[in-house]
């Protein structure tokens, strides 16, 4: 069979513009990597909290549902995308990881570690979750002890009686030491000086933010960012909490790493057993090698979401270059009825 369009990946990304694509006529598909679903949510750690209430945390088309708290659970997210697939029967492929993509005879040639499949269009939503990156600290192979990415963190409890360093002033960072400064000795290490949002500022302040600056963009204002309460770290509850514990005080710049543990900026020495770094993920597109240009760091260049280098090839949820917002829950339908639009469009041209 020949599809109209393949979506790869089978997280949030996907199933927007699935929404979308069964509004059309067209023959489509996701292939998910994943044997659950959930998308990469399910690879996140325990007790991870989202930034936003569940009514500004939803896909196209249905709300998620009330939530206990007010910040949905990880749990409870996964739960909200099984249902939301399920809803609206979107056709999924699972346990399907395309290793490579080519063209030939005008048509592009998906290859997995099992069957093979053909589209005239491709949506990767692939996302980062797969492409953890760690920086290239002076010293970091002469490190005896045990490091880690935030990708692979579960829970606190397995890093009990362990000296742990925290790298990293981001969200994921702030959370983590929130839960392991409960279990056990920590420290924080930062590049820059951590920035928290005030405690009444939460995700939906930032998709506004995101949405103001896509709207001064198209018409063609300028837009100022002070205008808007904008910092880092979201103060869900388990950072409030930490934070009134003292835990966000004390923090400091890495010089280089020892056989042992650290040498600050400051010149002094501290051992630790275990770093986790929470430093960020690259973009998962090496598959797409073969029929775009890709960065060093995984970016491929778009208009939008079309990749500039790659007839029909669209990219939506990696990010900003991809669309404001469209890495979250409720910006990325922004992103998928719009790339849903310009497919339509292009098969309509390339009949």
């Not at 929404?19 to 998308?39: M, Q, V």
């Not at 998620?64 to 949905?72: I, L, R």
């Not at 939301?84 to 990881?97: H, N, Q, S, W």
């Not at 939460?202 to 709207?215: H, P």
């Amino acid at each position: 069979m020949i599809y109209d369009v393949v979506i790869v990946g089978g997280g949030q990304s996907a199933l927007a513009c699935a929404y979308y694509l069964r509004r059309t006529s067209l023959d489509y598909i996701i292939l998910d990597a994943n044997k659950n679903c959930g998308g990469s949510w399910g690879q996140n750690w325990e007790h991870l909290d989202l930034f936003s209430a569940a009514q500004h945390s939803s896909l196209p088309g249905w709300l998620m549902p009330k939530t206990k708290n007010e910040y949905p659970t990880k749990e409870e997210t996964i739960a909200y995308l099984c249902q939301y697939e399920k809803r609206y029967d979107l056709p999924i492929k699972r346990g399907v990881k395309i290793t490579n993509i080519e063209k030939e005879n005008g048509l592009y040639l998906l290859k997995s570690t099992g069957e093979n499949f053909k589209s005239k269009v491709i949506i990767a939503a692939t996302g980062t979750q797969s492409k953890p990156l760690i920086p290239e600290v002076t010293g970091i192979k002469k490190f005896k002890g045990k490091q880690l990415h935030s990708s692979k963190y579960r829970k606190a409890e397995d890093f009990i009686n362990k000296k742990v360093l925290v790298v990293g002033e981001g969200n994921s960072g702030a959370q983590i030491l929130a839960q392991l400064s409960k279990e056990t000795e920590t420290k924080w290490a930062v590049k820059n000086t951590p920035e928290f949002l005030p405690d009444d500022v939460d995700g939906k302040d930032l998709f506004d933010q995101a949405s103001a600056k896509y709207k001064s963009k198209k018409e063609g204002k300028e837009f100022k960012p002070q205008n808007y309460n904008i910092g880092s770290i979201v103060m869900v509850p388990q950072v409030k909490e930490a934070r009134d514990r003292g835990v966000y005080k004390d923090f400091k710049n890495i010089e280089k790493l020892t056989e042992t543990g650290v040498q600050w900026q400051n010149g002094e020495w501290e051992d630790f057993d275990i770093i986790l770094w929470c430093t960020g993920f690259g973009y998962a597109t090496d598959y797409l090698k073969n029929i775009t240009e890709i960065q060093q760091n995984g970016k491929i260049a778009t208009k939008g979401t079309a990749a500039l280098y790659g007839d029909g090839l669209w990219l939506v949820g990696f990010g900003q270059w991809t669309g404001f917002a469209s890495a979250t829950l409720i910006g990325v339908g922004r992103s998928a009825r719009k790339t849903v639009t310009e497919i339509k469009a292009y098969l309509e041209v390339s009949k």
